[in-house]
């Protein structure tokens, strides 16, 4: 299939449009939501609460014998609350610490849940199919009732971070203040956490309780890196989720044997990757090569300014210095040759014999800047 | 008890404790998701050894998935060092990443063979006797019961050797740096531990359940004792009633084996959560509400020494405006009172209170401390 | 134009972190107007305090008044500037959104900042000189442009109260100067400032007045009054042999343990001065 017919099909074919509608959601909403989570070093609560939804899952299927995603999300929205609340509880009364507590919820919920689903997959009737795709995901089953209830709850959860947009921010970077101010923290806490709930809960049926937690961290991560301001860093978390749900969802439903959740955490992770080495000013390669630039510079001034402690001892301003003396002078730090031939074409440099060195008055100037520059710094 | 029932929980009690050893030392340096990640990323490794070797038990299987392991604690740590994402981020980056790679590995190319995801998660406890290990035709009983027994001796080998570095690394990185015992060394080889440890379980267990067999039974026995050596024993054993409850309840329910164990550890803890006999939750309510009555006592007896000899003494000291100065409910205030008078912290004349002797040195050594 | 109410009346305030009491029975009367450091050693309460006042931390017992009133009713006419420490300077941010933060409290739910609130934050930030970074991310700023961010966040505030937590912890000399000219601007503007402090030696060149802590009041007053090496001694126990560890961890933490030796003699200077004064 070439991208022509691709796109083609995204726009015609019912089931790929389900699909990239449905992943965008997800995409959006735990891209903007999972923001604060990193921000607000919950990274890892994320993991939690999606491994905690499964038993809410299978127990909601258990006592109402329905699949409509509303019921199947309520339950798991209910087990992510209950997981979030217990990983307080054990913090504030125990001194069992932050990750023994949410590793104990992540997987004992989770091996409840297990329970759960063998559970009901031996029971005789057959109506309980399909409850494991909410494991690893699988876009392809996404009805369009299933995106029509995660667009629902979707705009909700992200209408309510707009409306509080000043809250969250006040609550996310100086919570204490906040309070100071009179608003009620304890309170904003609890909505935003809900909210990242439903963040994680909408995405399960399309990646799966394993891997969501990855939806909610790496978009904000690769967000963090390419800008300074919240409004961005949400946006662009969000379009990075979009994107990644997109791609992993629409490559996962036209292959054969893909599971949806492992491509689209691919898909994110390549992102991530692009954003941790290429991004401007954080990123490692910009880093890497600044750091180049930096440490040759260091090398020009050195020898500048060793030239010039050689010149001012010396009655003759003119007289040149050999190559030999500046590399015994700057022990080391090494390529003087180098640096001189870079002086060389700056002007700030003459050779005025063989192997012998000497400022220009340029290079005087700009020798007198540096040490009064460092006189000043010291 | 027909013979494989008993085989499955002999080796589910030994896989419980194997796990749980390495783990006390995860909960106390505070690393216990290191366990999640690992658990999750050493699928790649044996997904590309089986891949290799074509033989889901074969030693170097055991060995280049222990490895993915600890290359992933590596990961995460040069993730972290490049500061450019905290710690738990850098985890959450690092193994879903790596476990996803293996999971589409297994779909697409070995779905047909020993490996599915199901198996992954759940691991095959229940198939566990079916794999006989054979020496020269004489059937010595379950191969898993071996494999898991021999990461069982190497996990108390470790610890016996090493434990007062273990120690030490654990509870003052910084003295062990200095004393010359390599923490990082320590770090490492924890670490390969637990991976070797998750590895060998994974095939029983599956990678999440791992989690709450490394997490659970440590942290239950942290929340009763103090003590090092006590709660490498308590571990132990809180992984065995976890494997064996766990079995019965899968039974009981037909249901995975491995999700009741996990379940059951996580019963467990939750009944030392509550009822912990110095820490549980219950011991501490009762705790809080004695000393909130010993606490008000104190608070009064050092309200009086403060305004002993100062002008307005007579109207803080009378008894009716009590609750006035200590802002506290009336009827709290007089059993408060009562109380601090039986226990002769004050006296009180004629509608005055005042301190006794004893009193005021309770209420000058509680300003002490 | 305050002048003789009381901005703050604590009365028999006690605060317990679990079982464990951190401030025992304070009283506290500060006069509108002052410029009032809190000291005393380490874990003496003084944080405690003033997040117990500001309704922070949950107190035990006791009431708190500002300028008569309990503090939610005058929420408005109080500033904070927690400790600097306390927040992630890798917030994706700006310097002028922090400051826009303090209007945050005049201008309720939902509404957003708008005009008039950058317009303040613009002036608060031309107070502290930190103008030209106002639209700087705020990783990018040193410890000392850190503070007076936080500082510009509590003008904008435009409280009658201001309650500090170590506002020189960690700043250089310039911010330090800058610091004590605001501090002293808002005292004659008629505010009442109080301010978590370490550094004893400075004590009586930059207020007027103090509140000897150690888990109890020692003593509160005027600085030539209440800041006598008797009082200090009761503040800082037996332990006045280590007062310049207590009063300055940041030079205690320094790499050079040489620093804490002749720093403790000099510590001790200041507790001797007001005596003379007084004689």
């Known amino acids: ?378 | 008890m027909s013979l494989p029932q008993i085989e499955i929980q002999l080796i589910a009690a030994v896989v419980a404790v194997a796990c749980a050893l390495p783990g006390v030392f995860l909960v106390l340096r505070r690393m216990a998701l290191m366990s999640d990640a690992i658990s999750h990323a050493i699928l790649l490794g044996i997904v590309l050894a089986f891949f290799i070797t074509r033989d889901i038990s074969s030693p170097f299987l055991v060995v280049a998935a222990t490895m993915t392991g600890v290359v992933t604690v590596g990961l995460v740590e040069l993730l972290n060092r490049t500061r450019l994402v905290r710690e738990d981020a850098a985890i959450g980056l690092v193994f879903p990443a790596l476990f996803s790679i293996g999971v589409i590995l297994i779909s697409r190319f070995a779905a047909n063979v020993h490996l599915d995801t199901d198996a992954v998660l759940l691991g095959e406890l229940a198939f566990a006797p079916f794999t006989r290990f054979v020496v020269l035709g004489y059937d010595l009983g379950p191969r898993a019961l071996y494999m898991m027994g021999g990461i069982l001796l190497l996990n108390i080998l470790f610890i016996l050797l090493f434990y007062k570095e273990l120690k030490l690394a654990t509870f003052d990185t910084g003295l062990a740096a200095a004393l010359g015992f390599w923490p990082g060394l320590i770090h490492y080889g924890l670490m390969t531990l637990v991976s070797v440890t998750a590895v060998g379980a994974f095939d029983a267990v599956g990678s999440i359940l791992v989690v709450a067999l490394m997490i659970g039974p440590p942290a239950t026995a942290y929340m009763l004792t103090d003590r090092l050596p006590r709660m490498i024993g308590l571990s132990g054993l809180v992984g065995v009633a976890s494997a064996i409850s766990g079995y019965w309840l899968a039974r009981a329910l037909d249901a995975s084996i491995a999700g009741s164990m996990a379940t059951m550890a996580g019963v467990l803890f939750g009944l030392a959560f509550l009822l912990a006999p110095e820490r549980g939750l219950m011991a501490l309510a009762r705790r809080r509400a004695r000393q909130r009555w010993e606490f008000a006592q104190t608070m009064l007896a050092i309200h009086l020494f403060n305004h002993e000899g100062l002008p307005a003494t007579d109207k803080e000291f009378r008894i009716e405006h009590m609750h006035e100065h200590m802002r506290w409910e009336p009827a709290f205030t007089t059993q408060v009172v009562r109380q601090a008078e039986r226990r002769g912290i004050v006296l009180s004349r004629d509608g005055y209170l005042s301190l006794t002797e004893s009193g005021r040195q309770s209420a000058q050594q509680a300003i002490l401390n | 134009m305050n002048n003789g109410k009381k901005a703050i009346e604590v009365t028999d305030l006690t605060v317990a972190y679990r079982d464990k009491p951190v401030l025992w029975d304070v009283d506290l009367d500060v006069p509108a107007g002052v410029l009032m450091a809190i000291v005393g050693p380490n874990g003496a309460g003084k944080t405690t305090l003033i997040k117990a006042i500001l309704g922070l931390i949950r107190a035990a017992a006791g009431q708190v008044l500002i300028y008569g009133q309990p503090y939610l009713e005058q929420r408005r006419v109080v500033g904070y500037v927690p400790q600097r420490e306390s927040v992630d300077w890798d917030f994706p941010t700006s310097v002028l959104d922090v400051v826009m933060m303090g209007r945050y409290g005049s201008l309720g739910w939902i509404r957003r900042p708008g005009r008039q609130e950058q317009t303040l934050a613009l002036e608060a930030l031309d107070k502290v000189g930190m103008r030209p970074f106002a639209e700087r991310q705020i990783s990018q700023l040193s410890g000392g442009q850190q503070q007076r961010v936080f500082l510009a966040r509590a003008l904008v505030q435009e409280a009658q109260v201001y309650f500090m937590d170590e506002p020189f912890q960690g700043v250089d000399a310039t911010t330090e100067r800058a610091i004590v000219r605001l501090l002293q601007d808002l005292r004659a503007a008629g505010k009442t400032v109080v301010v978590v402090h370490h550094d004893l030696q400075t004590v009586p060149e930059y207020f007027d007045w103090v509140t000897l802590l150690n888990v109890r009041r020692i003593a509160s007053g005027p600085v030539d009054e209440v800041f006598t090496e008797q009082n200090l001694r009761l503040a800082y126990g037996g332990r006045v042999a280590f007062l310049s560890r207590d009063s300055r961890p940041d030079i205690g933490r320094s790499a050079d343990p040489a620093a804490v030796g002749p720093m403790a003699r000099h510590d001790l200077e200041p507790s001797a001065a007001p005596q003379e004064s007084s004689e």
Not at chain 1, 263 to 288: D, F, H, K, M, Q
Request: with cysteine; aromatic share 8%; proline share 3%.
């Open chain 1, 1 to 378: 299939m070439n991208l022509l017919e691709l796109l083609s099909n995204l726009f015609l074919d019912y089931t790929l449009r389900t699909v990239a509608l449905g992943s965008a959601t997800l995409g959006i909403v735990s891209g903007a939501l999972g923001t604060y989570a990193v921000l607000r070093k919950q990274s890892l609560l994320g993991d939690a609460i999606s491994h905690a939804a499964l038993p809410g899952i299978a127990l909601a299927f258990l006592l109402t014998g329905s699949k409509a995603p509303l019921v199947l999300m309520l339950g798991a929205v209910a087990a992510g609350w209950v997981g979030t609340l217990l990983v307080m509880s054990i913090l504030n009364t125990s001194r069992v610490k932050d990750d023994s507590a949410l590793g104990l919820v992540l997987s004992v919920f989770f091996g409840f849940g297990l329970v759960l689903l063998t559970f009901i997959q031996r029971r005789p009737d057959a109506t309980q199919a399909g409850l494991d795709k909410f494991l690893f995901g699988q876009a392809a089953a996404l009805l369009e009732r299933d995106v029509v209830t995660m667009a629902g709850l979707g705009t909700l959860a992200l209408l309510t971070m707009l409306l509080f947009w000043k809250e969250f921010k006040l609550l996310s970077f100086d919570p204490e203040f906040g309070a100071s101010l009179g608003y009620p923290i304890r309170l904003l806490d609890v909505l935003l956490t809900t909210l990242l709930v439903i963040a994680i809960v909408l995405g399960l049926q399309t990646v799966g309780v394993v891997l969501m937690s990855a939806m909610v961290v790496a978009p904000a991560a690769a967000a963090r890196q390419w800008t300074d301001r919240l409004g961005l860093m949400v946006g662009l978390s969000a379009f990075f989720g979009a994107l990644a749900g997109v791609s992993g969802a629409v490559i996962s439903s036209t292959t054969t044997r893909l599971p949806t959740g492992p491509t689209i955490v691919l898909c994110i992770s390549a992102i991530v990757l692009i954003s941790l080495s290429g991004a401007p000013n954080r990123g490692l390669i910009w880093r890497w090569v600044r750091q180049r630039r930096n440490r040759r510079w260091l090398r020009v001034e050195a020898v500048l300014r060793d030239l010039y402690l050689l010149a001012s001892q010396h009655a003759d301003r003119d007289h040149g210095h050999s190559v030999a003396a500046l590399r015994t002078m700057s022990y080391g730090r090494g390529g003087v040759a180098h640096t001189l031939g870079k002086l060389l074409r700056q002007g700030w440099v003459q050779q005025v014999g063989p192997d012998e060195w000497a400022l220009t008055p340029a290079g005087m100037n700009e020798a007198e800047r540096l040490v009064a520059k460092q006189e000043e710094a010291s």
